[in-house]
């Protein structure tokens, strides 16, 4: 979590809401938190880009529709966001 606030602050800036797992207590280990973030935001899973570095919450967040991003590195993270016109 620090780590992307240290390095992409303009995620911050420009998403509506941001959610760590540490931050809102739940893990990422099922489809709960997942679903917990949608009901939170009143939006549906394909409006929600979920990023990550692990298989399993992504396959989690792919299960309740959300985009999913796989993060293997700064520069493709950054190279995504801007493909999606986040950045």
Do not use: W
Not at 16 to 34: G, H, N, P, Q, T
Not at 50 to 71: C, G, R, W
Request: net charge positive; with cysteine; hydrophobic share 40%.
């Amino acid at each position: 979590g620090a780590f992307i606030k240290k390095q992409f602050p303009e995620i911050y800036t420009g998403a509506k809401k941001v959610f760590l797992s540490y931050e809102i207590k739940k893990r990422k280990d099922s489809c709960a938190a997942f679903e917990y973030v949608l009901k939170e935001i009143g939006l549906s899973g394909p409006e929600v880009l979920f990023i990550d570095n692990k298989d399993e919450p992504l396959a989690f967040a792919n299960k309740v529709n959300m985009h999913t991003y796989k993060f293997v590195g700064e520069q493709e993270l950054q190279k995504h966001l801007t493909s999606l016109s986040l950045l």
